[in-house]
């Protein structure tokens, strides 16, 4: 079964190990890469990844599942999602433009496989 669209793990491959077990590859993340929409969030008390994702992409359905490119367009990742944000840390946030556009896409997922 292939990762459901916008998913962070549709960007892996599914491979069978040698006893059928279908396992899914190490994903490549998008990573920090300046853009000229690029917002700075500056985290506030009780602020949190899936948040601030249902803050920002409020267009896209499910828009708290999209935590994980805040996450991963760090200039230093945050590798654990489920540690508080601390307050006063600058979060560069990409933009719904670049999230559907450049991190989604179509054309990153094939060069990826």
């Known amino acids: 079964m292939a990762p459901h669209a916008g998913s962070r793990y549709s960007f892996s ?19 920090f890469q300046p853009h000229a929409d690029t917002r700075v969030h500056l985290v506030a008390e009780g602020d949190s990844l899936w948040g601030l994702a249902g803050r920002y992409f409020a267009p896209l359905p499910r828009a708290c599942g999209f935590w994980w490119a805040i996450a991963d367009f760090q200039p230093e990742p945050i590798i654990d999602a489920t540690l508080e944000l601390e307050a006063g840390r600058r979060v560069f946030i990409p933009s719904l433009r670049v999230l559907t556009d450049v991190i989604l896409s179509e054309q990153r997922r094939r060069t990826s496989e």
């Open 13 to 31: 491959l599914g491979i069978r190990d040698e006893v059928g077990r279908l396992l899914l590859t190490e994903r490549v993340p998008y990573g």
